[in-house]
């Protein structure tokens, strides 16, 4: 599996052009640097609205805009970085213990989330100055 683990990145995926349409693919281990568990979606985001706004203590993410665009803004304990997905066949790379937000949202565009883990209420940090307090530790 690709090394990949701590650091958040863009990561390209596979597409296959055609003139009937194209065709593009995740695959764990692969193009995902981790076993997908879980798999949900944000859609119908009203303009200027914001989701996230938190971190995860152990799950890892990957994020595509499958259409439309939206910008993830990373916060890794040290610095902030704003990433902007409008293509289908781009993933964002999420760690653990990265604070994310989701803004920018277009209208009609539609973020694909592939997790590492089931859905756990205890593996999220939602509160900004707890996750400063535990990524520096
Ligand atoms: P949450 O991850 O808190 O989204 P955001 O940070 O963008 O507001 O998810 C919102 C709610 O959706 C959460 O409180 C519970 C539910 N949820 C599930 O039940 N399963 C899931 O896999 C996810 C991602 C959310």
Known sequence: ????????????????????GN???????K????????TYWIYDVPGGCLRGSHAFRTEKE???ALSGSFDVVVHDGTEEKRH???RSYYGLYLPPMHWRTLDNFS???LALVV??????????????DEFIREVRK
Not at 1 to 19: G, H, W
Not at 116 to 128: H, L, M, Q, V, W
């Open 115 to 128: 997790s590492s883990a089931d859905f756990s209420e205890e593996d999220y940090i939602r509160d900004f």
């Open 107 to 109: 209208t009609n565009s």
């Open 23 to 29: 065709l593009s693919v995740l695959e764990s281990g």
């Open 31 to 38: 193009h995902v640097p981790f076993e997908i568990r879980r």
């Open 1 to 20: 599996m690709p090394n990949f683990e701590e650091k958040a990145q863009i990561i390209q995926l596979p597409k296959f052009l055609d003139e009937r």
């Open 84 to 86: 902007s997905l409008s």
């Open 62 to 64: 990957f994020i595509v």
